[in-house]
């Protein structure tokens, strides 16, 4: 996710995201916080720290949060006749959330901006988790239950499930592209976020 901030802002990336059915099995994601650590007292002592710190996206950009996840399914394949069905998959889904945080106390006027940009930024990743549970739970209702015929051995469903899976994770990424676009633009929340932060603490 790119953030353009005008004035005082420098350029910086940021990062970026159930009722029951046949076959199906509730689950819950596990949410994790990490934390790096920030140097400065003012508003724009920790834009500038979170600029040198912050975790890369790709290896190349420094983000000011990020969101991440790993996901791994448990799959019962039923031979039936010919065909080949997928009667169960119970997702294993783990999200973890990067956030900055300043690694000394800040002084009151600095803590308010801050507070109030953290708990936006905060808010902004958990869109993100969002966008990924939702998508674990179309994965789960768009391959649960699904029939390949001549395919006794339970080999061409699984080519099946890769195409599926692909589309919903394409779908997802864009999805939080989008997202990103539209609070990092000029006037968007995180936009306005920093520039509280900078300009005002």
Not at 81 to 91: D, M
Not at 103 to 129: C, N, Y
Not at 170 to 189: C, H, I, T, V, Y
Request: charged share 25%.
């Amino acid at each position: 996710m790119g953030l353009k901030a005008g004035r005082r802002v420098c350029l910086l990336l940021v990062s970026f995201v159930l009722a029951p059915a046949a076959g199906r099995a509730e689950w819950q994601a596990v949410e994790t916080v990490k934390t790096y650590a920030i140097a400065g007292r003012s508003g724009p002592e920790l834009y500038a720290s979170i600029g040198e710190r912050g975790p890369k996206v790709g290896g190349l950009m420094r983000t000011i949060a990020h969101t991440s996840f790993k996901l791994t399914w448990k799959r019962k394949y039923e031979a039936r006749g010919e065909a080949c069905l997928l009667a169960s998959a119970v997702p294993k889904l783990a999200i973890t959330y990067t956030l900055p945080k300043p690694a000394w106390q800040l002084p009151p006027s600095t803590r308010m901006h801050w507070e109030t940009f953290i708990d936006g930024v905060k808010s902004h990743e958990r869109v993100h988790g969002d966008f990924i549970k939702e998508m674990v739970s179309a994965i789960e209702a768009a391959t649960v239950g699904l029939t390949v015929p001549d395919d006794p051995q339970c080999r061409r469903i699984k080519s099946e499930l890769t195409r599926r899976l692909g589309d919903l994770s394409r779908a997802q990424r864009q999805k939080s592209r989008d997202f990103d676009k539209a609070e990092l633009s000029e006037g968007g929340n995180i936009h306005q976020l920093i520039l509280n932060l900078v300009n005002g603490g």
